[in-house]
T-cell receptor, first 113, second 114 residues
Framework: DAKTTQPPSMDCAEGRAANLPCNHSTISGNEYVYWYRQIHSQGPQYIIHGLKNNETNEMASLIITEDRKSSTLILPHATLRDTAVYYCIVRVPPESNTGKLIFGQGTTLQVKP | ETGVTQTPRHLVMGMTNKKSLKCEQHLGHNAMYWYKQSAKKPLELMFVYNFKEQTENNSVPSRFSPECPNSSHLFLHLHTLQPEDSALYLC?????????????FGEGSRLTVL
């Protein structure tokens, strides 16, 4: 699986958009970009994933550059409850059930009032 | 509520004790995982089970013994642990065809070894 690079920490004002970057310059053509987040002392939670097109769901938007070497997770209106560690993971979707995820250090997002 | 339940949520044990962590998933998934998260460190994959069969052991010491009696239940048996084994132990499950292998995590069991 390709390696990802994320800033260790970021701040965001409540109500503003939070833009979390991720570099994955060695991504392969069949690898997807996944985002999870982990609120303090809880299990990680799936946010969104994509291959090359921009994706949006009820939680966030994912913008992937045309060369696919980087991506940005956007939380359009951050709230205090969005304070968490955000993980960007790149991997090939599993063909079988065993789709293990390898986590890095992630980005600690602090949303401030 | 993610559909993955872990018990106990907190556990304190001595180095000579034997205890077990339990995980149950109510999602009909076929794969289950144990992860370990030590303070200030990323999650580390420990074990993977697929249809009750262990498919991955990530060089975990033998004092951690997993058991998967069926696709809905996963245990982690603990014996003669060390203080450095104190961590948050997270269980997860997944199903083929579900959002390209999305993992659903439980809330975790926080273990303290004295």
């Amino acid at each position: 699986d390709a390696k990802t690079t994320q800033p260790p920490s970021m701040d965001c004002a409540e109500g503003r958009a939070a833009n979390l970057p991720c570099n994955h310059s060695t991504i392969s053509g069949n690898e997807y970009v996944y985002w999870y987040r982990q609120i303090h002392s809880q299990g990680p939670q799936y946010i969104i994933h994509g291959l090359k097109n921009n994706e949006t769901n009820e939680m966030a938007s994912l913008i992937i550059t045309e060369d696919r070497k980087s991506s940005t997770l956007i939380l359009p209106h951050a709230t205090l409850r969005d304070t968490a560690v955000y993980y960007c993971i790149v991997r090939v979707p599993p063909e079988s059930n065993t789709g293990k995820l390898i986590f890095g250090q992630g980005t600690t997002l602090q949303v401030k009032p | 509520e993610t559909g993955v339940t872990q018990t106990p949520r907190h556990l304190v044990m001595g180095m000579t004790n034997k205890k077990s962590l339990k995980c149950e998933q109510h999602l009909g998934h076929n794969a289950m995982y144990w992860y370990k998260q030590s303070a200030k460190k990323p999650l580390e994959l420990m074990f993977v089970y697929n249809f009750k069969e262990q498919t991955e052991n990530n060089s975990v010491p033998s004092r951690f013994s997993p058991e998967c009696p069926n696709s809905s239940h996963l245990f982690l048996h603990l014996h003669t642990l060390q203080p450095e084994d104190s961590a948050l132990y997270l269980c997860a499950s997944s199903q083929a065809g579900g959002r390209a292998g999305e993992l659903f995590f439980g809330e975790g069991s926080r273990l303290t070894v004295l």
